[in-house]
């Protein structure tokens, strides 16, 4: 049986990758193929067996631990990186809560779940329809997630349509932290025990 606080930083691993990704492609207007590719096939993953496989293996996040422990030991400088993961899991609170919303999510990914498996999570189409998904639920919950950076880049669909595709992978991940018993007590209370979860997958 696995350490529950080992699940739980595997999936704030999840968020914080996902979020690192929302950062990159708001000031460069490019995000990194492999840890999109993650972040978005642990959107259609809903019944997998256990939290790693939510993101393929436990080799696939290995990004989001990295940035996940140097948080926790405070040299993670991105304050930007920090604030937008409080406000996501801020947001999983109102998302819970409001059942048109899931229900709207849910349907929505059902759909589109087969030209995910066919074409790829990652797709350009599919990319888009995750975003108009998040625009017509998530985005409609109040106060919304803010991304800031570079306006060249936040001014096109395509960069638009990827940060929303990402933030509804990043609200997956902090659904499944908050399903899996983390609090953000977690962050006061057991920092240490994260941290040595954290090193112990990635040694």
Excluded: C
Excluded at 159 to 175: G, H, K, N, P, Q
């Amino acid at each position: 049986m696995s350490n529950p606080i080992d699940d739980r930083v595997l999936a704030l691993a999840g968020l914080v990758q996902a979020l690192a990704q929302v950062r990159r492609i708001a000031d460069t207007g490019q995000a990194e193929s492999h840890p999109v590719q993650v972040s978005l096939d642990s959107v259609f993953r809903i019944d997998a067996a256990d939290t790693a496989a939510v993101y393929g293996s436990v080799g696939d996040l290995r990004g989001g631990l990295r940035l996940l422990r140097d948080y926790l030991a405070n040299g993670n400088k991105d304050e930007a990186l920090g604030r937008l993961a409080l406000a996501v899991l801020q947001l999983e609170r109102r998302f819970v809560r409001a059942d048109g919303v899931i229900s709207k999510v849910q349907a929505g990914l059902r759909q589109l779940s087969g030209e995910a498996q066919a074409q790829g999570s990652a797709h350009p189409d599919v990319i888009a329809a995750l975003a108009r998904l998040y625009a017509d639920t998530v985005s409609t919950l109040r106060p919304r997630v803010m991304v800031q950076g570079n306006p060249h880049y936040l001014g096109q669909a395509g960069v638009v349509a990827e940060i929303r595709a990402l933030l509804l992978a990043a609200l997956r991940s902090a659904v499944l932290w908050r399903q899996l018993g983390g609090s953000l007590w977690d962050f006061v209370l057991r920092r240490r025990e994260m941290a040595a979860a954290i090193d112990a997958r990635l040694a």
